[in-house]
Antibody, heavy 121, light 107 residues
């Protein structure tokens, strides 16, 4: 079955760190751009970061540069998001998603169910 | 940074009616715009890419149009399962962002 499964979310104190993972299965993970998108409770979608197939190009939303780092391990079919210096406003469901073609399109047609990150003391 | 503004914020219609959702970009993005549907408690679903191309498995009642700064998602005849949130998304100049969303609700 083709799917993405996020993990690693939870409750973290302000200023803390968390590493999210996304396990891919059922497709050739190394062929696709991947993305992290988040959604605060009751709010809309916010793009976080994208990473190229080989991991050599990474792009971030300006507001998160320097605090969040996207990475991937193609041998493990896994995508990661390292989140540092977390703030209350980072509280959200974090989704990983796959580009809908093996070209560079940046439209995403396969999504995980998301993992909830709550930043609170 | 390109800002996408969706209108209306809420659209109230009945099944069988035609829905027209708008998305305006703060600068020209050519045709690099997609549309997603999201139902409560679910992940987003890609409907349209590059302004007018339906994604795999998307019914023909969904169509997209536009270029430059003004884009439209049209649902020709609403089915009960179409009542949801809709987001536009651009991908331009190695960045992405989403509009704030339109809630399509049953009248």
């Amino acid at each position: 079955e083709v799917e993405l499964v996020e993990s690693g979310g939870g409750l973290v104190q302000p200023g803390g760190s968390l590493r999210l993972s996304c396990a891919a299965s059922g497709f050739t993970f190394s062929n696709y751009w991947m993305t992290w998108v988040r959604q605060a409770p009751g709010k809309g979608l916010e793009w976080v970061a994208n990473i190229k197939q080989d991991g050599n190009q990474k792009f971030y939303v300006d507001s998160l540069k320097g605090r969040f780092t996207i990475s991937r391990d193609n041998a493990e079919n896994s995508l990661y998001l390292q989140m540092n210096s977390l703030r209350a406003e980072d509280t959200a469901v974090y989704y990983c998603a796959r580009d809908h073609t093996i070209q560079t399109n940046w439209y995403f047609d396969l999504w995980g169910r998301g993992t909830l990150v709550t930043v609170s003391s | 940074e390109i800002v996408l503004t969706q209108s209306p914020a809420t659209l109230s219609l009945s099944p069988g009616e035609r829905a027209t959702l708008s998305c305006r970009a703060s600068q020209s993005i050519s045709i690099y715009l997609g549309w997603y549907q999201q139902k409560p408690g679910q992940s987003p679903r890609l409907l349209i890419y590059d302004a007018s191309n339906r994604a795999t498995g998307i019914p023909a009642r969904f169509s997209g149009s536009g270029s430059g700064t003004d884009f439209t998602l049209t649902i020709s005849s609403l089915e009960p399962e179409d009542f949801a949130f809709y987001y536009c998304q651009h991908r331009y100049n190695w960045a992405m962002s989403f509009g704030q969303g339109t809630r399509l609700e049953i009248k």
